[in-house]
């Protein structure tokens, strides 16, 4: 099975709330939303995410939140275009052979909709690439057209830093999940991403002038050196 997800649109009706209560397994809603806003004044109808792989090898991906709780496979160099009209969403990515748990993986969460609620007419998407979990895969979005997405390619794996919380998942889990909005200094294993992505709830450093006025944001999941071996059994 390949490039199970090729075009999805979300129901517009379908509320921000309701859009929570789908997340399977009871996963929290992430509160790590805020990394790339649009804030021109026309009234935007959609938020589009593509995602392309060059990791190298296949890639299991999970959606989540209003784009239902699909998952599936995304040969090498394949293409996942995904259309959000409201709600709230996160796709997560692992390798092929290691299904995805939607507990420690890189993901690409996003919201359209009320910004917290503040939001009396139009819509404001937003996106951000997420390590506040754990890490597998990098995943750099960039804002098609004018504008700054989330992420980067940087692969944590090979910069030296001993994870902290290895699993048998291809994963490394981020100790510092469950810390408060207070805490901005992550892990030395997640540092290289401060600034770039969101690593640690509390710091909020690269969310700063975060603008893509087009709504569009291309993302590209890279390789790492972790995963390169088969997965035995």
Avoid at 114 to 127: F, T, Y
Avoid at 137 to 153: A, F, K, N, V
Avoid at 173 to 194: C, E, I, M, V
Wanted: proline share 6%; aromatic share 6%.
């Amino acid at each position: 099975m390949q490039l199970f997800f090729s075009i999805v649109t979300i129901d517009a009706a379908m509320g921000l709330a309701q859009a929570a209560a789908v997340l399977p397994g009871g996963t929290a809603k992430p509160t790590h939303i805020l990394a790339a806003r649009q804030t021109a004044s026309t009234t935007l109808t959609a938020l589009t995410v593509r995602i392309t792989n060059k990791a190298g090898v296949d890639l299991w991906t999970r959606h989540d939140g209003t784009l239902g709780q699909g998952s599936g496979t995304m040969a090498v160099d394949a293409s996942d275009t995904n259309i959000i009209t409201a709600g709230h969403g996160a796709i997560f990515v692992n390798r092929h052979d290691h299904k995805v748990k939607t507990d420690n993986e890189s993901q690409v969460e996003f919201n359209f909709g009320p910004e917290d609620g503040k939001e009396k007419e139009g819509s404001k998407p937003v996106l951000d690439v997420s390590y506040v979990a754990g890490f597998t895969y990098p995943i750099d979005c960039l804002c098609s057209g004018p504008g700054t997405g989330s992420g980067c390619s940087i692969d944590l794996w090979a910069q030296g830093n001993e994870c902290p919380l290895p699993d048998d998942h291809l994963g490394c889990d981020n100790p510092k999940q469950g810390a408060g909005d207070g805490d901005k200094d992550p892990h030395p294993f997640f540092r290289p991403y401060l600034g770039k992505a969101y690593v640690v709830p509390g710091d909020h450093s690269g969310l700063s002038n975060n603008l893509c006025p087009s709504a569009t944001f291309d993302c590209t999941v890279y390789g790492n050196n972790k995963g390169d071996a088969p997965k035995s059994g």
